[in-house]
């Protein structure tokens, strides 16, 4: 299967945990194995543990690229350097969010905790403010994004957020809904009814 619509390198936001049900392990792997199969360099926190490291060394096994950011204060922590493609250690977490953001072409989360939860905040309102167009979508497996995808939803319902901002975010169960409506977002043209994305 070939890459679609411009869309070469994917930065995966996770946790640094694997999660207490071995489904999340399960479909992160599929997830590492998807993006090797079909030629999308991952980009992503540069952590060896959890999720993190889990989907990294899947992409490795499986002939595809990674490129892992590490900031100083975290790069006990992060994977060996021989263990994947590249891995860039930076001065900070802002600059590790800047280059993941400038290296990625798309965005996915898997499940995770206060870490993830700000990378995705900061992708969407990063995009709201003009400074990428790029899709974010959330992998929602076991139901994990369930209760903040009403949250988000209800954010649009009663008027914080305008329901053209829903083009930046999609909640997908799996990785051919995922990569779909990437495919979808490069076509700008489709998003003349933003509800569909609600």
């Known amino acids: 299967m070939s890459k679609i619509n411009q869309i070469s390198s994917v930065g995966v936001f996770m946790g640094s945990a694997s999660g207490n049900d071995p489904i999340f392990k399960e479909r992160s792997e599929e997830l590492g194995r998807y993006l090797a199969e ?81 990378e995705i905040a900061q992708t969407i309102s990063w995009a709201k403010i003009d400074l990428h167009e790029k899709p974010l979508a959330l992998f929602d497996i076991d139901g994990f994004y369930d209760t903040f995808w009403d949250w988000i939803e209800e954010s649009v319902q009663r008027g914080f957020v305008p329901p053209v901002d829903m083009r930046y975010v999609f909640h997908g169960e799996s990785l051919t809904d995922i990569f779909d409506y990437f495919e979808r977002f490069e076509f700008p043209s489709e998003f003349q009814n933003p509800e569909n994305f609600v």
């Open 38 to 118: 079909n030629g999308y360099r991952l980009v992503y926190g540069g952590g060896q543990e959890g999720l993190m490291g889990l989907v990294a060394k899947t992409v490795m096994a499986n002939g595809g690229q990674v490129l892992g950011v590490t900031p100083k204060n975290l790069a006990e922590f992060s994977i060996p350097a021989g263990q994947i493609t590249e891995l860039v250690e930076v001065s900070d977490m802002n600059t590790r969010k800047q280059l993941m953001l400038q290296e990625s072409d798309a965005f996915i989360a898997l499940p995770g905790g206060f870490g993830t939860m700000e």
